[in-house]
């Protein structure tokens, strides 16, 4: 399981683009980065500062996502990221 340790850069330029659908159980996570800083609301949410790289696992449910944030795991709003 990815816990915020960087991808080497060698594995990272031969992973491909996954079409995979978020919410498939053959998902098995991408990096994104944050766009806007979040600030939690619940104990299950993460923050995000702009521009953090995280790691997110799958798509909880419409508009929420579960990431890596640092050493942290939980919820963050889905369009607060981007793909990279």
């Known amino acids: ?3 915020g340790i960087p991808i080497s850069p060698i ?8 079409e995979i659908s978020l919410s498939s159980s053959e998902f098995t996570g991408r990096q994104a980065k944050a766009l806007y800083d979040f600030e939690p609301e619940s104990a299950s949410e993460c ?5 953090d790289i995280i790691w997110v696992q799958y798509r909880q449910c419409q508009g929420w996502l579960v990431a890596d944030v640092g050493d942290e795991t939980g919820l963050v709003p889905e369009e607060f990221v981007e793909w990279i």
Request: aromatic share 0%; charged share 25%.
């Open 11 to 18: 594995i990272e330029s031969t992973r491909p683009t996954s």
């Open 47 to 51: 923050a995000l500062r702009t521009g």
């Open 1 to 3: 399981m990815h816990r």
